[in-house]
């Protein structure tokens, strides 16, 4: 029986590495990653993998894109789990790459059980996480001692049948940071459910786009400001959002060379 493999051992023929690629500076790629893609000869990957970690795709391997827009699955997950115990099957070396963690809100656990079922082997290269790593560029720490004691990343993709089903009174201590993936659209929703929470109206808030990358921006403002920050400033995916005191631990003046900060 096929198995998850120990991160020490060698990639052999017909096997599937997860790799995590992080959020986008190919200097943040684990050196475990880059070894796994250096070696793969067909590299499945999705849209949060950027430009410059793709360049370092070997040049003979094989690339093949299945990224997802919101709401609109370019290829659905069966397809992609099902493409990766073919191109298994035909005995390639096969890297899945995503963006940040495979196992943060990556999917990364399910093509993991898929690839097991079907019987092959599986590699899983953790990689950094779009919540420690645009956080950290744009100059703000999870946790801080006497502001932030807990910090608790959730997923603001809705469900099936359209609800956004969060614990919300989990989140209304103002001494702990709540960090939303996929947060942009459900963004009116989570800012209601979270005032009425409990979280008061003037906690800082900041949305990171593209953390990491050449194009990164940050915008600051506060819980009940911000949807207002978003048409305004017509923020898109890949976008993170991260609300509590944390936010403001440095000033502007200390932070203006890393990214654009919105007027209050
Ligand atoms: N596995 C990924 C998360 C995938 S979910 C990880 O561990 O980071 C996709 C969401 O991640 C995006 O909608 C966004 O909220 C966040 N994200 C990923 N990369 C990002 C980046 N470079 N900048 C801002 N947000 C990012």
């Given at each position: 029986m096929e198995t998850i493999k120990p991160n020490k051992q060698p990639f052999v023929h017909g096997e599937v590495a997860l790799v995590g690629s992080g959020p986008g500076d190919p200097e943040l790629l684990t050196i475990q990653a880059y070894r796994f893609i250096k070696q793969a000869e067909v590299v499945i990957y999705d849209r949060l993998v950027s430009e410059a970690i793709m360049d370092l795709v070997p040049e003979h391997c094989e690339r093949v894109y299945v990224g997802k827009k919101q709401a609109e699955h370019r290829v659905p997950q069966e397809g992609i789990n099902q493409l990766l115990v073919d191109y298994a099957h035909s005995g390639k070396?096969?890297?899945?790459?995503?963006?940040?963690?495979?196992?943060?809100?990556?999917?990364?656990?399910?093509?993991?059980?898929?690839?097991?079922?079907?019987?092959?082997?599986?590699?899983?290269?953790?990689?950094?996480?779009?919540?420690?790593?645009?956080?950290?560029?744009?100059?703000?720490?999870l946790t801080h001692r006497q502001v932030a004691q807990s910090c608790t990343f959730i997923t603001g993709n809705v469900q099936d049948n359209g609800a956004l089903d969060l614990p919300w009174h989990t989140l209304s201590?103002?001494?702990?940071?709540?960090?939303?993936?996929?947060?942009?659209?459900?963004?009116?929703?989570?800012?209601?459910?979270?005032?009425?929470?409990?979280?008061?109206?003037?906690?800082?808030?900041?949305?990171?786009?593209?953390?990491?990358?050449?194009?990164?921006?940050?915008y600051r403002s506060t819980l009940e400001k911000l949807v207002e920050l978003v048409i305004k400033e017509n923020i898109k995916p890949p976008s993170l959002i991260v609300i509590g005191d944390v936010v403001n631990t440095f000033d502007e003046d200390h932070l203006k060379h890393i990214g654009y900060v919105s007027p209050k």
């Open positions: 070396k096969v890297v899945r790459l995503k963006g940040g963690d495979p196992f943060v809100f990556g999917r990364g656990g399910e093509e993991a059980q898929f690839l097991l079922a079907n019987n092959i082997a599986c590699h899983i290269v953790p990689g950094m996480t779009a919540a420690s790593a645009c956080t950290s560029y744009a100059g703000i720490p201590d103002s001494k702990q940071t709540v960090v939303f993936y996929m947060g942009i659209k459900s963004l009116p929703t989570i800012t209601e459910q979270l005032l009425k929470a409990g979280r008061t109206a003037s906690t800082p808030a900041a949305i990171i786009h593209k953390g990491s990358q050449p194009d990164q921006k940050v």
